[in-house]
């Protein structure tokens, strides 16, 4: 399924749409750029109204030409089409995260809870859209 994936910058980042997050904090760290798609992010803000509690993003938009993105065997993937983020988490609240994730539609799911930098990794995408099929859990 195709959704609305903008080009987002710092001068048009709609504050009164998605008041819990920041251009710069979902920006790609390599190019600046900032193509999320609309879909995801109302759902991220969503998922963030329902939590209640500030999220950490770590990681939002990444370019196709990001070194993570490259270096993936099977393509760029969620996060190259707007379609991911991950958020630092740990504990009770990654339990809370996930569980308003799944009520929310998220369907790719990837939880690192072990060892440093623990996150939840959240994507939209629909079945046929990636190699790894859709709805999926996976733990790094």
């Excluded at 209640?52 to 065997?73: C, F, L, N, Q």
């Amino acid at each position: 399924m195709q959704q609305d994936k903008v080009s987002i910058t710092a001068d048009n980042w709609p504050q009164d749409r998605w008041p819990n997050f920041a251009f710069n904090e979902l920006a790609c760290s390599e190019t600046g750029e900032c193509e999320m798609d609309a879909v995801t992010m109302n759902r991220l803000q969503r998922l963030r109204d329902h939590f209640g509690d500030p999220m950490v993003i770590t990681s939002g938009y990444r370019s196709p030409a990001h070194s993570i993105e490259v270096a993936k065997s099977s393509g760029p993937g969620a996060h190259a089409k707007g379609r991911a983020v991950d958020i630092a988490c740990a504990g009770a609240d990654a339990y809370d995260i996930l569980n308003e994730a799944f009520a929310l539609g998220f369907t790719g799911i990837g939880v690192k809870q072990s060892g440093e930098h623990r996150f939840l990794h959240l994507d939209d995408l629909g079945p046929g859209e990636h190699s790894v099929p859709r709805p999926s859990i996976w733990s790094y």
